[in-house]
């Protein structure tokens, strides 16, 4: 079952915060997040492995809410080069396919 | 370290003929995955490998698409025939186990005409 990614879409200045949502009906092991730039290969941010793990680097940090089956990733004080598609990818339990959302699209503006 | 390498980067083929793509991951790196991103879209994972044994293919339309991973090494995809809806960037990417931080290669961005 793929993860529902919101929103679909996002434009913001720089130095403005965000925040992406993801979502399963399925209940989660872990959520994987992912950041691609255009014509790119799609970079590892973290991994969230335990309910109510939160992550973060720089200024980039994630939640997970396993009862709620959602992970929200969080960029703060938004930079040009966090401009990209971020994926959401779950993990319905310990080994299995990671299954990745249809992504959002940040576009930051100077 | 060397990253994912793949080849070619770049795939022009008409419908019907059969191409293959060449994925080499990290070294020491036990999981290998391919998958399928179509234009706009997230990733789709097409098939999974443990070392040498597949874990996962149940996506891999297996009356045209099959894989290898000779070795436990490199990993060979291969489409025979290609349909128009094939058109995608085929991505590998590895992990030095599953359920940990996966490394992506450029991807192979094919086009069926």
């Known amino acids: 079952q793929q993860p529902v990614q919101s929103p679909q879409a996002v434009i913001l200045r720089e130095g403005e915060d965000a925040v992406i949502n993801c979502s399963s009906s399925?209940?989660?092991?872990?959520v994987h997040w992912y950041r691609q730039k255009h014509g790119e290969a799609p970079v590892f941010l973290m991994i969230?492995?335990?309910?109510?793990e939160q992550k973060g680097h720089d200024k980039i940090s994630a939640s997970f809410n396993e009862k709620k089956q959602q992970s929200s990733l969080y960029l703060t004080a938004s930079q040009l080069s966090y401009s990209g598609t971020y994926f959401c990818?779950?993990?319905?339990?310990?080994?299995?396919?990671?299954?990745f959302g249809k992504g959002t699209r940040l576009h930051i503006l100077p | 370290e060397a990253g994912v390498a793949q080849s070619p980067r770049y795939k022009i083929i008409e419908k019907r003929q059969s191409v293959a793509f060449w994925c080499n991951p990290i070294s020491g790196h036990a999981t290998l995955y391919w998958y399928q991103q179509i234009l706009g879209q997230g990733p789709k994972l097409l098939i999974q490998?443990?070392?040498?044994?597949?874990?996962?293919d149940s996506q891999l339309p297996k009356d045209r698409f099959s894989a290898e991973r000779l070795k436990g090494v490199d990993s060979t995809l291969k489409i025979q025939p290609a349909k128009l809806e094939d058109s995608a960037v085929y991505l590998c990417a590895s992990s030095a186990d599953r359920s940990t931080e996966a490394f992506f290669g450029q991807g192979t961005r094919l086009t069926v005409v």
């Open positions: 399925k209940a989660l092991y872990s």
């Open positions: 490998f443990q070392n040498n044994g597949v874990v996962d």
């Open positions: 990818g779950t993990e319905s339990q310990i080994n299995d396919k990671i299954i």
């Open positions: 969230l492995l335990k309910g109510g």
